[in-house]
């Protein structure tokens, strides 16, 4: 059973490009979490998806955004990169009816903005 | 606004004793206290999660204990071993949201 996957694994970007992260959960969630963790600190969370709509927002400003997939695949779009952007972007996923918002992670995206 | 504090942030410790890991929040309403385990440059593996009606829960050499009315969660472990080291985070789930505060962590090294 494969568990929470991302893409890419490593990113390079440049100030004012736009980048977009991949996640597919665990098999048999449908809700997926997307956090920010920067270097030595813990994960910031900035929104959860559930049945393709945003469910709960963080205090991230609105040049991050996401979509959920009818197989419950996200995607986090990031817009006019800031060096501040860079690190770890971690997705989560949940089995809302089974277990209510235990959240399993997957790799992370290491994002290096230059 | 809840706040997640996670003492000590950094431990090392010979092999084979037992530790206990420090973990408060601030608003006691909570619904879950789930502990991960990270290593470095790589994504959460989840340890244990501990709902609001629960007061502990372990798995091998690992206890995780919640007191809401002091607004602590302790992670005790038993006979560490230089596998244990990695940076263990703590976070909170208040009732009524979906986004899990984390604290910053805590980072183990256990020596053989």
């Known amino acids: 059973d494969a568990g929470v996957t991302q893409s890419p694994t490593h990113l390079i970007k440049t100030r004012g490009q736009q980048v977009t992260l991949r996640c597919s959960p665990k098999?048999?969630?449908?809700?997926v979490s997307w956090y920010q963790q920067a270097l030595g600190q813990g994960p910031q969370f900035i929104f959860q998806?559930?049945?393709?709509?945003?469910?709960q927002r963080g205090n991230f400003p609105d040049r991050f955004s996401g979509h959920q997939f009818p197989n419950y695949s996200s995607e986090l779009n990031v817009n006019a990169l800031l060096l501040g952007d860079s690190a770890l972007y971690l997705c989560?996923?949940?089995?809302?009816?089974?277990?209510?918002?235990?959240?399993?992670f997957g790799p992370g995206t290491r994002l290096t903005v230059t | 606004k809840q706040e997640v504090t996670q003492i000590p942030a950094a431990l090392s410790v010979p092999e084979g004793e037992n530790l206990v890991l420090n973990c408060s929040f601030t608003?006691?309403?909570?619904?879950?206290l789930q502990w991960f385990r990270q290593d470095p440059g790589k994504g959460l593996t989840s340890l244990l999660l501990?709902?609001?009606?629960?007061r502990e829960q372990t798995s091998g050499r690992l206890n995780a204990s919640l007191d809401k009315s002091s607004g602590r969660s302790t992670l005790y472990i038993a006979a560490s071993q230089p596998g244990d080291s990695a940076t263990y985070l703590c976070?909170?789930?208040?009732?009524?949201?979906?986004?899990?505060?984390f604290g910053t962590g805590t980072r183990l090294k256990v020596l053989a």
């Open positions: 989560a996923s949940s089995p809302y009816r089974d277990n209510p918002l235990e959240q399993y």
């Open positions: 098999s048999g969630h449908d809700t």
């Open positions: 998806y559930y049945e393709e709509e945003e469910r």
């Open positions: 608003d006691s309403a909570i619904y879950n």
């Open positions: 501990i709902q609001s009606s629960q």
């Open positions: 976070a909170a789930l208040r009732g009524g949201t979906y986004k899990y505060i």
